[in-house]
């Protein structure tokens, strides 16, 4: 890693790492979506699949808009939090827990990610990269939606259905 000396390099690196972040989720929210059971859920994956591939085009944008190639650097919190993921999905039987536990593992990467665009955000706010920080924050915003999307969920049914043995119709399987 090349060291980062001002904010404007903490900046790029920050962005970097989303950059490879993002694009870690785009492999991996295939893999959630094909094991989701709950419709609604998996529709709510793809669906955030979908705007992952619009949120990294923003950011080689924002890169491009400070003079820097659109490359990642190598996202160690989003690999593991994608490297649990995996784990549980081999871990955990099908059905109502598994959707329980894949909206667990979105919503840690949400927020991760929240965490990170509002740094980015900040700091390119500071340093005044007006046109930067308008296309942050249109991706905090959805990504704030998509956690509070996967909260709806798992309180529309799947966390009751996980605890009391029920698939996703509501009929009981214990």
Avoid at 56 to 74: F, I, M, S
Avoid at 87 to 115: F, N, S, T
Avoid at 133 to 153: F, G, H, I, P, R
Wanted: hydrophobic letters at 35%; charged letters at 30%.
């Amino acid at each position: 890693m090349a060291e980062v000396g001002n904010l404007h390099e903490a900046l790029i690196d920050e962005l970097k790492d989303l950059y490879n972040a993002e694009k870690q989720l785009t492999r991996a929210l295939p893999k959630m979506a094909k094991n989701a059971t709950s419709p609604p859920l998996r529709q709510a994956l793809n669906s955030h699949l979908r705007e992952t591939k619009i949120q990294v085009r923003r950011l080689e944008q924002a890169l491009r808009l400070l003079d820097e190639k659109p490359r990642g650097k190598l996202c160690d919190g989003m690999q593991g939090i994608i490297k649990e993921g995996n784990k549980m999905m081999e871990e955990v039987q099908e059905g109502p827990v598994l959707d329980a536990c894949l909206i667990a593992g979105g919503q840690r990467a949400e927020h991760y990610e929240i965490g990170a665009y509002g740094t980015c955000i900040a700091w390119a706010t500071q340093m005044g990269h007006t046109k930067v920080v308008k296309l942050l924050v249109q991706t905090l915003n959805e990504e704030k939606a998509a956690d509070k999307k996967l909260s709806a969920l798992a309180e529309s049914g799947i966390n009751d259905a996980a605890d009391f043995g029920m698939d996703t119709t509501g009929r009981r399987t214990r």
